[in-house]
């Protein structure tokens, strides 16, 4: 099997499985006070400060979490939980059409609940304009959630210049980064947002492991109530082997961002050039985006059949977001950017890793081609 799905899930590494066995052996919970618990806790604490050094952040603004998922659910909900407490009526939130569901589900329950949400304007490949955020701003604007790298363009926001304009109006901000580590750099203190949320597995590390960064003096209520983990943010005992072993991974994930950038950028432009002769072929990623996502339409094909027939030829891809598998439903990302259903529901999405090779990339290619006959309409 040729693996195109990082954007998925990057497997995990062989440094982040060894870290993973070596923590889960460790017998103790990581809040009890014998020497067991505090070998667990050290471990936990370890992979805790790993990720933030990579962030740029002090360990203490980061919560342990199952996901980006949860991290996004938590601040959209929490936020408006917070404003109608200290209000009693609903707010206003700006978000934006291609967020992951993570960001949107939660968007549509506000909305049912009487608050007003404003999605803005994406160009051609998915980007938006500070000035249009500022337009859109409220009196009552509670809370803008806008992503940084976009899971299936693989799109890039200018995240400082659109969260300066929230701060500037004392609007918190919060994006969903989940794409960024170990492809793109991250710098929170510098991009200035209020909120980041993070999942390991899109860096080589264990699914069902999180961060959320929540900026020092910004105020979120907690999302679960229990025994007080995570400085009361989030009750349940954490995951300690699965946080140990994202901060391995991430340090080594960072430690080759920059080649891993160039070979990503190399492999992208080698398999779009390798499978131009599909008639009518589309590039909707951006060229100066994430490397590591390629959109493509290829139209006149049935999307279904055509990752079946990829999957047959030995090539796992995506038509978006794994979080809405299944479905196949026209991708939500690429109509907000201007596609037909019939264009949408006939595009999928190819993504690269480190470990992806020249040599597997024109194997894909060759099969994308052959699929593509198959699965004309």
């Not at 304009?129 to 926001?157: C, F, K, M, W, Y």
């Not at 929170?188 to 900026?215: C, D, N, Q």
Request: proline share 7%; hydrophobic share 45%.
């Amino acid at each position: 099997m040729i693996y195109l799905d990082y954007a998925a899930t990057h497997p995990m590494t062989p440094e982040a499985l060894a870290a993973y066995a070596q923590a889960a052996a460790l017998p103790g919970n990581p809040s009890s006070v014998h020497g067991a618990g505090q070998a667990a806790r050290e471990r936990l604490e370890e992979g805790r400060a790993r990720v933030a050094a990579a962030l740029g952040v002090d360990p203490r603004t980061l919560v342990a979490n199952s996901g980006g998922t949860e991290g996004d659910n938590h601040v959209l909900l929490g936020v408006a939980r917070q404003w109608q407490d200290e209000r009693g009526r609903p707010g206003h939130l700006i978000t934006t059409p291609t967020e992951h569901s993570a960001v949107l589900a939660p968007a549509r329950a506000l909305a049912a609940q009487g608050w007003a949400v404003t999605l803005l304007t994406p160009d051609a490949h998915g980007r938006y304009d500070p000035a249009e955020l500022e337009a859109s701003l409220r009196p009552d604007t509670a809370l803008v959630s806008i992503h940084h790298a976009n899971n299936e363009l693989g799109s890039v926001q200018d995240t400082p210049a659109l969260a300066a304009v929230a701060a500037a109006r004392g609007v918190p901000y919060h994006t969903d980064a989940v794409q960024a580590p170990g492809v793109l750099p991250v710098d929170l203190p510098g991009w200035g947002v209020t909120f980041a949320t993070f999942s390991a597995h899109k860096w080589g590390g264990p699914r069902g492991v999180g961060l959320l960064y929540i900026r020092r003096g910004a105020a979120l209520p907690a999302l679960s109530l229990g025994g007080g983990q995570e400085g009361g943010l989030r009750a349940g005992t954490q995951d300690t082997a699965g946080v140990y072993a994202a901060g391995v991974a991430l340090t080594l994930a960072e430690a080759q961002r920059g080649a891993t950038f160039a070979h990503l950028g190399q492999l992208r432009e080698r398999f779009v050039q390798a499978v131009s002769p599909v008639p009518g072929l589309r590039v909707n990623h951006p060229p100066d985006g994430s490397p590591k996502v390629a959109s493509l339409t290829l139209p006149g094909t049935d999307g279904e059949a055509l990752l079946m027939n990829l999957d047959m030829l030995g090539v796992a891809a995506s038509a978006g977001s794994a979080c809405s598998a299944g479905t196949m439903q026209p991708s939500h990302v690429l109509s907000a950017i201007g596609l037909s259903e019939a264009d949408a529901r006939a595009s999928l999405r190819l993504s690269f890793g480190a470990a992806t090779t020249e040599a597997e990339v024109d194997q894909a290619a060759a099969a994308l081609i052959q699929a593509a006959q198959w699965s004309r309409v």
